[in-house]
Nanobody, 116 residues
C-alpha cells in the first residue's frame, strides 16, 4: 500500500520561510509527477507545484519565484521550499504523486499558517 507522509508544516510570520517534505513508502513503480497542492478554508484545492520524473517543474503563477520544488527519484521524496510567505499562503498543503498509469495518491496534508 502506498503512503505519502508529509512533514514540515507550522506557523510562521509573513516574509519568513518554511520547508515541506514528503516521502512515499510502499511498493510503487513508474512514478511520473510528484508535487504539492494546497487548500485554504472555503476554497478549492489548487496546484502549488509539481515536478516530473525528468525534473521539469510546473508552478502556479502566484508561487513562481517564491517557492522551489525539488525531488529525489531514488528516495521517492519531494520537497518544497517556501520563501517570502504571505498570509494568503495559509492552507493545508498536500503531497501528490501520480503514476504513469494516471493513478494518483495524496498525503494527509500538513498545515501551514502565515500570521503575525
Amino acid at each position: 500500500q502506498v503512503q505519502l507522509v508529509e512533514s514540515g508544516g507550522g506557523l510562521v510570520q509573513p516574509g519568513e520561510s518554511l520547508g515541506l517534505s514528503c516521502a512515499a513508502s510502499g511498493t510503487i513503480f513508474a512514478i511520473s509527477n510528484m508535487g504539492w497542492y494546497r487548500q485554504a478554508p472555503g476554497k478549492q484545492r489548487e496546484l502549488v507545484a509539481t515536478m516530473s520524473h525528468t525534473g521539469y517543474a510546473n508552478y502556479a503563477v502566484s508561487m513562481k519565484g517564491r517557492f522551489t520544488i525539488s525531488r529525489d527519484n531514488a528516495k521517492k521524496t519531494v520537497s518544497l521550499q517556501m520563501n517570502s510567505l504571505r498570509p494568503e499562503d495559509t492552507a493545508v498543503y498536500y503531497c501528490y504523486l501520480e503514476q504513469d498509469s494516471g493513478r494518483e495518491y495524496w498525503g494527509q496534508g500538513t498545515q501551514v499558517t502565515v500570521s503575525s
